[in-house]
């Protein structure tokens, strides 16, 4: 199942509207297995903003338009093989930074702990 941005940039026009964004979000997500063809992501699209925004102004409704279109696309399902390696490279390299900080801190500590030991045996 396509994974969405949990916290996905809203346009300031739409910033009233965003509950209705998150449900449609979570419409999104229940339907991610049949949302694989354009056809299919633009009639979700237009569907979710005939329900959701019928009150809205057609500004409001044409932004709501483009970021769910945004979104959509932007799925796991959607990208192309060199996206989800890029996507894979970044998850790779902040877990090796996140270990690298880890072993960075460890060694201080252990440092730090050499030090007092040897402190304590000079200080007796």
Do not use: C, H
């Not at 809203?10 to 339907?31: C, I, K, S, T």
């Not at 299919?40 to 005939?50: F, I």
């Not at 483009?66 to 970044?90: C, D, E, F, G, H």
Request: hydrophobic share 45%.
């Amino acid at each position: 199942m396509p994974a969405f941005p949990l916290f996905a940039p809203v346009p300031g026009l739409l910033l009233p509207y965003e509950p209705q964004l998150w449900r449609v979000q979570m419409q999104f997500q229940a339907q991610a297995g049949s949302l694989k063809s354009d056809a299919a992501r633009k009639l979700a699209v237009d569907n979710a903003v005939a329900q959701n925004f019928a009150g809205a102004s057609p500004d409001v409704r044409e932004a709501a338009r483009q970021y769910l279109t945004v979104l959509l696309n932007n799925t796991p399902a959607t990208q192309s093989p060199v996206q989800n390696r890029l996507q894979i490279m970044k998850a790779t390299q902040a877990k090796i930074f996140e270990i690298t900080q880890d072993v960075t801190v460890n060694k201080a500590k252990t440092a730090d702990k050499a030090f007092n030991a040897m402190d304590g045996y000079i200080r007796g």
